[in-house]
């Protein structure tokens, strides 16, 4: 094999722009359900008034601030 075989092409400005975009941690133990809701309002919260999630926090306490946001959409549903 010849190494034109194994020459890749990318878009290094595409690259360069997804890189320094948000970013959105997902939390651990959601159902799909549950991760669908989570990663809809955490990316559109801030503009449309629903949540923003906390920033600098342990997995766990991001879980658990998940798991809170979804029961008081379940009660206001």
Known sequence: MTEEEY?????????????????L???HN???????????NAS???RKGLFVPPQNITMEELT????EMWEKYNESN
């Not at 020459?7 to 948000?22: C, H, V, Y």
């Open 64 to 67: 658990q601030f998940a798991l």
């Open 25 to 27: 941690t997902i939390p």
């Open 7 to 23: 020459t890749i092409n990318f878009d290094l400005e595409r690259m360069r722009k997804a890189i320094s975009g948000p970013s």
């Open 30 to 40: 959601l159902t799909r359900e549950q991760m669908r809701w989570y990663i809809c």
């Open 44 to 46: 559109i919260g801030e």
